[in-house]
């Protein structure tokens, strides 16, 4: 079983849309949540950090945490072409607070 | 100034050949680390070093060794390559352990032919 689970996708949501994406893991002690944004060919970048249940917003950007789920989400507002790119959900879990990555969802933003 | 910066970018190697990359971060963190993508982009964690210490190891082979001279480099070096080492690796840092806010470098492509 896969400790950190995305939809690959691709995903595609047209100009000005909510793009909405999803992710589960497995270790119920998870404690801290992260969703980094990846364009092709270049490195991660951290985009949003999430510790306790509820939302978080960041601009257009909202983190959603859902512990008893076991799930966390991203929402994108107003979604712009800009936006296209691989979004990868991490989880920190155990003792050392190891810090997995999903396998990512690709995101497409149609003009 | 590039916070964090890997070199080479791009390696092309024949298998059984030695090669090693090179990384370093100006944001003054304490712990870097070495993580390998594949081809299907999952990011999978190798080595992090904390204050010179090597903190995690995977199940990596002991073909890669991590070295680190300072709190600023991490190299890795990669002894008689396979095919399968081929990959883009990404060195990163954070400012703590395992905050899982990490900053990466730009990628190096290895490909063994």
């Known amino acids: 079983q896969k400790e950190v689970e995305q939809n690959s996708g691709p995903l595609s949501v047209p100009e000005g849309a909510i793009a909405s994406l999803n992710c589960t893991y497995s270790d119920r002690g998870s404690q801290s949540f992260f969703w980094y944004r990846q364009y092709s060919g270049k490195s991660p970048e951290l985009i949003m950090s999430?510790?306790?249940?509820g939302d978080k917003e960041d601009g257009r950007f909202t983190a959603q945490l859902n512990k008893a789920s076991q799930y966390v989400s991203l929402l994108i507002r107003d979604s712009q072409p800009s936006d296209s790119a691989t979004y990868l959900c991490?989880?920190?879990?155990?003792?050392?607070?190891?810090?997995?990555f999903g396998s990512g969802t690709q995101l497409t933003v149609l003009p | 100034d590039t916070a964090v910066s890997q070199t080479p970018k791009y390696l092309v190697t024949q298998m059984g050949n030695d090669k090693s990359i090179k990384c370093e971060q100006n944001?003054?963190?304490?712990?870097m680390y070495w993580y390998k993508q594949d081809s299907k982009k999952f990011l999978k964690i190798m080595f992090s070093?904390?204050?010179?210490?090597?903190?995690i190891n995977e199940t990596v082979p002991n073909r890669f060794s991590p070295k680190s001279p300072d709190k600023a480099h991490l190299n890795l070096h990669i002894n008689s390559l396979e095919l399968g080492d081929s990959a883009v690796y990404f060195c990163?840092?954070?400012?703590?352990?395992?905050?899982?806010?990490?900053?990466f470098g730009e990628g190096s492509r290895l490909t063994v032919l």
């Open positions: 990163a840092s954070s400012g703590l352990l395992n905050t899982g806010e990490l900053f």
């Open positions: 991490a989880v920190t879990s155990g003792s050392a607070r190891q810090l997995t």
């Open positions: 070093y904390n204050n010179k210490e090597l903190i």
């Open positions: 999430i510790y306790s249940n």
């Open positions: 944001l003054g963190h304490d712990t």
